[in-house]
C-alpha cells in the first residue's frame, strides 16, 4: 500500500509560529470512492496566508483544525479516477493540502481545474497564473485601477503576487515602483521583471528613511499601492500617497506574529481622500477566467518570468513556510513532492 | 461709513489652538464694485475643517494665509447689489467669512446661493440643510450604502454631520448608533435625534472598554461606519466591523493638534475586507441637490430637529470655535452676527 506523507498542524504559535507546530504523519494512500479522484501532487504552494489560519480567532476564515493535515494549494496529475470529468493523466490544480496524494471528495471536487502544461509550466498554476497572479490582478485592475502614466508600487515585490503585479501594471503603462529585502531581491526586480525602480527596505530602520528612499524613485507622489505586508513598509508608503490614492490591502504579514503595526498616520486617509480596500481574491470568481488568460498570456510570451524557489520534499514544507514568513524564499515558494 | 468687524488669523498654533492665534480688527466696510453684491451676515458656521487650515502644510486645502479674514460659512441678506442675479434683501448662503459683512466678488460669486427661509430657518442652511447635512449624506448614501437593517454608528452624534446622518439612515431603515460625550448630548441624541443607542465615550478612558460598550447596543456587528473624530473612537468601532464593512472618513478632529493618532489594527483592513474612504464633501457637488432637497423635507417635516449652540457677537467666535474642537458646543456651532 501506497503511503501518504502528511503534515498537521499540531499546536497553534503563541507569537513567531515554529517547527513545533508541525509534525509529519504518514497515512495509507487513501480509497477512491465513486465521483472521486486521486491525485498525485506535484507541488505544493505555500503562501503567507497560512500563517493567518493557524490563529484561532476572528478572521476572514475558519482557523485551520488541530490534528489535521495543513490547507493548501495544489497541482499534480490524476492517479485514479472514478469521476468521468476527469482522466488518468489528466494535469489539475486545487486544494490538496500540505500531502503527497490528495483525495478529491464530492465537497472539494468543484475546486478541481484541469490544466494544460503545454505552454505555461505546472508550477507556474501556483503562482503566475493562479491565486497569486490572480491576487494582483484583482488588486491592480479592480482596486486600484490605474490610468496609464500613474505610479504604481507593490511591497514584497519579488514574491510571486509582487512580480504579477508589475507586468499587469507595466502592461497598462504604468510607472512601476518595488519594495523589496535586500540588493539581490532588487536586483531581479528592475533587472528581470522590468520594474522602473525597486528599493530595498533593509536598508532602512525606521519609516521615516524608507519614505525618503521611496520618494527619490516616485517624484510625482503615488497613486496606487499594493499592500502586502503592511508594518513600517505601510507607513513609510502613505505619506507619499497623491489624492483620492487607492491601497489595496492584501497582506499584513507584519502583524500575523500577534503583534499588530499600528498605521501611524491614518489622518492621511482622510487629508487625501484615500481608498483603502481589504480583498480575498478568493470571494471574486467572477474575474479568475479575464485574470487568467491575461497572465497566461504574459507567461508564455515571456513577458512576466516568475522567479520560483522550490524546496524538495513534504518533510521540507514547514521549514520553507518558515522561510517563506521571514522574506527568506525568493520569488514564488513552492515544495516540490515528486 | 459702517464698521466691519473681522477675526483674522495672525500666528499658526503649535499644538492646541489657542485665543492668540486670533486678533479681532476693524475694516470699514467694503464698497461695491459692477457685478458684486454686500452681504450682511446673521450667522457665521464654525466647523472643525478650520483647524487643518490653520496649519501649514500638506492638506486637501491651502492654509488659510496669516493676516486675513478666516474662512467660513455664512448666511444673511443683501444688503447692496449691483448684480442682477441678486436683489436687496435676498436670503443668501456663502462662503464670508468670520466677519460682519461679505463683499460677493466675481471670483466668489458662483458659492452665492439664494435660499428660501420660509420653511427652514436660515441658521439650518448652514447645517442640515446645508454642508454638514450634505456630508452626513454623502458618506451615508454613497460610501457606507446601507441596506434596511443595516448597523450603521457615527461619532460626534449630537452634531450637525451626525444629526443629519441620524435622521438620513433612520429614513432607510437602519439601526443608528451614536457616539457622543456626556449623558446630556447621549441622552438628546436617543429621546430627540431618534437613534437606537448612544454611547457616552467619556465614560470610557481607552478603545477597549469603548469597545465593549459599543458592542453591547451593536449585537450583530456594525455594516458602516461614520468617522467624525478618529482616535480612541475609530479604535474602538474597528474591531466591531463586519465583513465587507464601509468606514466614510470625514473627520480626524483628535489628531488635529498636531499629534496624529494611530490607528490600532490596521489588519482588521484585510480580515474583514473593509473599505474606508477619507472625502470632502466640497468634490461631490453632482450630489448636493438631491441632498439638499432630500434634508430639506427632513426638517421641513419635523424629522430631523437639529440643535444649535450660537454664540452671540463676531468677539465671541475665537472662543466659541475653541470649545467647538474640545466638544463644548452641543450640535451645530454658529455665530450670530446680528
Known sequence: MTTNRQIHLISRPSGQASLENFALVSAPAPEVGEGEVLVRHHYLSLDPYMRGRMNDGKSYAQPQALGHTMIGG??????????????????????????????????TIGMLRKVDDSQVPLSAYLGAVGMPGVTAYYGLVHIIAPK?????????????????FGALARARGCRVVGIAGGPDKCAYVVDELGFDACIDYKQHTDAASLSAALQAVCPQGIEGYFENVGGMVMNAVLPLMNAFGRVA??????????????????????????R???FIVSEHPQVWP????????????GALRARETVAQGIDSAPQAFLG?????NFGKQLVKLI
Chains 1, 2 share one sequence.
Not at 85 to 100: C, Y
Not at 256 to 265: L, R
Not at 290 to 301: C, K, N, P, Q
Open 290 to 301: 479575464a485574470a487568467l488568460a491575461e497572465l497566461a498570456g504574459l507567461v508564455a510570451s
Open 276 to 278: 483603502f480596500q481589504g
Open 249 to 274: 490591502v492584501c497582506g499584513m504579514i507584519a502583524g500575523y506574529n500577534g503583534t499588530p503595526i499600528p498605521m501611524a498616520t491614518p489622518q492621511l486617509i482622510l487629508m487625501q481622500r484615500l
Open 74 to 107: 495544489t497541482v499534480g496529475e490524476v492517479l485514479q479516477s472514478r469521476n468521468k470529468a476527469f482522466a488518468i493523466g489528466d494535469k489539475v490544480v486545487g486544494m490538496g493540502g500540505w500531502q503527497e496524494y490528495g483525495l478529491v471528495t464530492a465537497a
Open 148 to 164: 496609464a502614466g500613474d505610479t504604481v508600487v507593490v511591497s514584497a515585490a519579488s514574491g510571486a503576487v509582487g512580480s504579477a
Open 324 to 328: 517563506l514568513l521571514s522574506g527568506r
